[in-house]
């Protein structure tokens, strides 16, 4: 059974090393990954929000139900044009356990390369809701939270409804 990290816990912050072998127990733990997001009606999770430091996560366009395993994924070019869009994380749940949101500007689009669960490079330019998610997940693999985005007084506010259960 996944256990998932919460704001506050240190894994959040650490940099993931890039999987080196796709072995049966990361894909694995991608199903069950899978599993988790949909009961919690999230949008993607990252292997560090169940306290694995490895570059790994997986997603969904939920727009489409598509369903994206990603292994070492790896923004290589993102747009110049911005937009604001609400977000919210699994990780940093309010005091009624369900995620506190805020809006982020991120690039509008972005294009992603990863290497999914068959061995095989994969590079996709993604636009809108599923642009957002994918750097949101990246980010969750570089030690990074969408608060960071925030200004610290906004930050501030948002933090003052998390709950900060370990």
Request: glycine fraction near 6%; include cysteine; charged fraction near 25%.
């Amino acid at each position: 059974m996944l256990q998932m990290k919460l704001c506050g816990d240190l894994v959040l912050r650490e940099k993931c090393t890039p999987v080196a072998d796709i072995t049966p127990e990361i894909l694995h733990t991608m199903d069950e990954m899978v599993k988790m997001m949909k009961s919690q009606n999230g949008v993607g999770l990252a292997a560090p929000q169940i306290g694995i430091t490895q570059r790994f996560l997986v997603m969904m366009n939920p727009d489409t139900n598509e369903i994206y395993r990603m292994i070492n994924p790896k923004i290589i070019e993102k747009s110049s044009k911005t937009c604001i869009m609400e977000e919210g994380c699994l990780s940093v749940l309010g005091a009624d356990g369900l995620p506190v949101y805020s809006n982020v500007v991120r690039p509008e689009s972005v294009i992603v390369e990863w290497t999914d669960e068959k061995g095989d490079t994969k590079m996709a330019k993604m636009a809108g809701t599923i642009a957002r998610i994918v750097q949101h997940e990246t980010d969750h693999l570089d030690g990074v939270l969408f608060i960071d985005y925030l200004s610290g007084v906004k930050r501030e506010m948002l933090m003052r409804k998390v709950n900060r259960r370990h």
